[in-house]
C-alpha cells in the first residue's frame, strides 16, 4: 500500500505540474503541445514512467542522457526527494515491473460493488 501511494504522489504531483506549465504557456501565447507529457502518446507504460521519475526529475538537465532528455527536454529538474528511489522501492520493486496484462482481484470484504 506504501508503494502505491508513493507511486500515485508522484504522478499526482506531476498532473499539478503539467496543469501549471500548461497555463503559464497559454498565458505566453505559446502552444500548450509541447508541455504536455501526462499522456499515453508520451509515457505509454510503466517503463516510461520510471524513467520519467528516476532519469528526467530526478536528474539535473545537464546529467540527463539518452532519449529521456530528448523526450522530455521541457521538464525541469524536480530538486526533491519525491523522485528519489525510496528505500521500500529498493527492497521490493519498481514501477517499471508492473505489468499491465496482470490483474489483481478485488478485495473479497470490498465496498465496491462492480468493475466501476
Not at 529521456?68 to 529538474?77: K, Q, S
Request: hydrophobic share 40%; glycine share 4%; proline share 4%.
Amino acid at each position: 500500500m506504501e508503494l502505491c501511494i508513493n507511486w500515485l504522489n508522484r504522478i499526482l504531483f506531476l498532473k499539478l505540474l503539467e496543469g501549471q506549465l500548461k497555463s503559464y504557456h497559454r498565458a505566453a501565447k505559446a502552444s500548450t503541445d509541447t508541455v504536455e507529457f501526462l499522456n499515453i502518446e508520451r509515457i505509454p507504460g510503466f517503463g516510461e514512467l520510471n524513467e520519467l521519475f528516476f532519469e528526467v526529475l530526478a536528474k539535473p538537465i545537464d546529467l540527463r542522457d539518452g532519449q529521456a532528455a530528448l523526450d522530455f527536454a521541457n521538464i525541469p529538474y524536480l530538486n526533491s526527494s519525491l523522485f528519489e528511489a525510496s528505500e521500500l522501492e529498493g527492497k521490493t520493486i519498481e514501477i517499471s515491473q508492473l505489468s499491465p496484462r496482470l490483474i489483481m482481484p478485488t478485495y473479497s470484504d470490498t465496498i465496491l460493488k462492480d468493475e466501476k
